[in-house]
């Protein structure tokens, strides 16, 4: 079966179709929470952690080593639930990070700006008991659209509206969660769907690069260098301009790196002023 990755707007049904459909398929629904929970074995505060989880990083942290290391710690343990198969995971960019593997079903749920709006209004209204007005609920949508938009631009330099990012977009301005939850596991169960071992291979790979890469903005002699990293069966090679000795070292320590290979990028020189 495929591992599904939904991407959704606020107000649109999203969690409500992903854990529906995590039930009806018996996969684990990786959420927020649980992508929370098990970033803490790496050590990160709460408060940081659910910031950086959802919002675009500001002016300031997209310069800090500190927020370099959370994003990467979050996207590390998205790997380690999608190598585990069998699961629905819900935002954090996995329709960025897990494109080209051929068991992932992307999905993207929407549905027009107005229709989330009264959604919610009479979503919040029924919770709280209070009568939440349409208007705070604008911005609080329009807030949230903002945010995710502009963290998808900072990580990836991708749109997160962008329809190629995705195998499907559903909108559920008609659509039930119960009808979407029944078009999204019949496209799991299909064949051209099913995970092959050279896929299960490639999910691996990224898992291990990303422990690599957390290990490396995680010790004192690397954080604060840009290594790019690749992965495969257990080779890792690491590509930067500087501190890759120490690198070396570092990775040669994660578990199931096998071996430990350098690229060294030059930079090319500055050419001189020319009057």
């Not at 990303?210 to 890792?236: F, M």
């Amino acid at each position: 079966m495929a591992i599904v990755t939904i991407s959704f707007a606020m107000g649109a049904g999203g969690p409500e179709i992903g854990s529906t459909l995590a039930g009806r398929l018996g996969y684990r629904y990786v959420d927020h929470e649980l992508i929370s929970e098990a970033a803490h074995r790496y050590g990160l505060v709460e408060d940081r952690l659910a910031h950086l989880s959802d919002a675009k990083p500001s002016l300031f942290e997209r310069f800090d080593v500190e927020t370099r290391r959370y994003i990467t710690v979050i996207q590390s343990v998205l790997f380690e639930f999608a190598a585990a198969d069998n699961v629905v995971l819900m935002g954090r960019g996995g329709q960025w990070l897990l494109r080209g593997i051929p068991h992932v079903l992307r999905v993207r749920v929407t549905a027009p700006f107005e229709a989330r709006v009264k959604r919610l209004t009479e979503r919040l209204s029924a919770q709280t008991g209070d009568q939440v007005t349409s208007r705070s609920v604008t911005q609080m949508v329009r807030r949230d659209d903002d945010q995710r938009l502009g963290r998808m631009r900072y990580l990836y330099e991708a749109d997160l509206r962008d329809p190629a990012l995705y195998d499907l977009v559903l909108s559920t301005e008609r659509l039930t969660t119960e009808a979407a939850v029944q078009v999204l596991a019949a496209l799991a169960g299909r064949p051209e769907l099913a995970p092959s071992p050279a896929a299960r291979q490639l999910v691996a790979d990224r898992t291990l690069a990303s422990r690599v890469q957390v290990a490396l903005v995680t010790h004192p002699d690397t954080r604060k260098y840009r290594i790019e990293v690749e992965a495969q069966e257990g080779v890792v090679t690491l590509e930067s301009a500087t501190a890759l000795d120490a690198a070396l070292g570092v990775a040669r320590e994660v578990p199931g790196v096998r071996e430990v290979r350098a690229r060294l990028v030059e930079i090319p020189p500055i050419p001189p002023f020319v009057a």
